[in-house]
């Protein structure tokens, strides 16, 4: 199977100039997706690898450190790889733009965390840079193919936008309603166990192997693993758990968050700010009456509990070590503070006042 969809990648790498866009997240899927393009390429001839493969990670600042950690060691070594090996691949970390980060827009502009019904998250931190990025390759290019570690296995929302975007090639569709864009979904067919078992024992060309990637994915989901088959006998999959911002709200039960904690108490006090957040957003006394364009309804989250929650972070990063929130997001929160009332400078004096460090790095190992 696997030796047929090399040569399937191979194929569809070599019958056009567009060049690829690899949404990488680090997770299984993008991974293994990821690391069939690595070897499908890799066996065309230096002379052929004629286009360029850009593999894309949006780093929304919300990822949990040990994933952050894991996905930046990751990306250093497919740098250093493809430089070695001669590959066509050249990765990147795309960013969202100050205002749609996550502490900005709930701290500074009073945003509730996010529900299955405002979901204003995904769109403006994950999709939009990978958005913006896409259009410069096309003004570019004119056309681009965009690989994705998608599966139909993964839920029935993931089947439906598969199938609506197909086209009568297997694996080959249309991304999104871009016409410009070309969907390749390589391990659309692949199973949960098919991912691990082609990442386990298949080689990965820019590191000795995944095992890094298992063992989180086991710390994540408490140690407890589904099993895919090596030969006759059973291995750990570790197919359970998912990788998501630390702060989302939009799921019921952070079970990645659960099995973190168990290891570290750091992630537990993530995991309780993360809890509280999701408590707190169905609150009415905590959001104006009316929202900003003066309709009906709830609004922003007021000043004092756009405060509470700045404290809490601050006591949070304290009591941690671990840098949640940077000195530009806490002098943007304070400028959209003073549009909403606040004369004091409340939020950064509160950060002197905590010992923010206005010189703070991300995650840092």
Partial sequence: MILRRIALVRKVYL????????????????????QLVWLAVSSVPEEKRHKPIYVAYVDTGMEYPAFALQVEAVLQKIHTAAVQQKMPILTLKLRPELKYRFFVAVIGRGYAPPTHWFRWCTSKMRIHPMTKFLRSRIAEFGEVVMVLGLRRAESQARKEILAKYSSPEKFVGQYSSCSSVVAFTPIEDFRTEDVWQF????????????????????????GECPSYTVGESMAPSCGGSRFGCWTCTVVRKDKAGMGLSQENEAYEKLLEFRNWLAAIRYEKCRRWKTRRNGAPGPGPLRLSTRREILERLLDLQNDTGLPLLQSEELVEIQRLW????????????????????????????
């Fill in 15 to 34: 019958r056009d100039k567009k060049p690829w866009i690899v949404a990488f997240s680090g997770g299984k899927d993008s991974t293994a997706a990821l």
């Fill in 338 to 365: 003073t549009l909403d009332g606040d004369q004091h400078a409340s939020a950064i004096s509160m950060g002197f006042r905590k010992g923010f460090s206005f010189s703070s790095a991300r995650w840092t190992s």
């Fill in 199 to 222: 990442l386990m024992q298949s080689r990965c060309p820019w590191a000795d192997g995944n095992r890094n990637l298992a063992t989180l994915y086991s710390l994540a989901n408490a």
